[in-house]
């Protein structure tokens, strides 16, 4: 059985910082490109970041040099280092999983960003 599992969600005031983590199971996890994802209600998914299973990193503008995307293959976990948190990061953050035709998600974490 295939889980993904993130932690780390938080409130948090703006200016701070967060880490996510997805920890990943039932997959050969260095095959995968693992992506971070956040929602707001009533709003599309927005894809945050992206790691590939060679470990190419790409951003959404709206986070790029405030947002790192780093994984540990040998935990199977991707992590999110999240500085300089602003209001407008408020979401629920989700993982996903993508090989070929296979993509798996997660159930996702709430970051809050408020004073």
């Known amino acids: 059985q295939v889980q993904l599992v993130e932690s780390g969600g938080d409130l948090v005031q703006p200016g701070g910082s967060l880490r996510l983590s997805c920890s990943a199971s039932?997959?050969?996890?260095?095959?995968?490109?693992i992506g971070w994802n956040r929602q707001v209600p009533g709003k599309q998914r927005e894809l945050v970041a992206v790691?590939?299973?060679?470990?190419?990193?790409n951003y959404a503008d709206s986070v790029r040099g405030r947002f790192t995307i780093s994984r540990d293959n040998a935990k199977n976990t991707v992590y999110l280092q999240m500085n300089s948190l602003k209001p407008e990061d408020t979401a629920v953050y989700f993982c996903?999983?993508?090989?070929?035709?296979?993509?798996?998600w997660g159930q996702g974490t709430q970051v809050t960003v408020s004073s």
């Open positions: 996903d999983a993508h090989y070929h035709a296979y993509n798996y």
């Open positions: 039932g997959i050969t996890f260095w095959l995968y490109d």
């Open positions: 790691i590939t299973s060679t470990g190419d990193t």
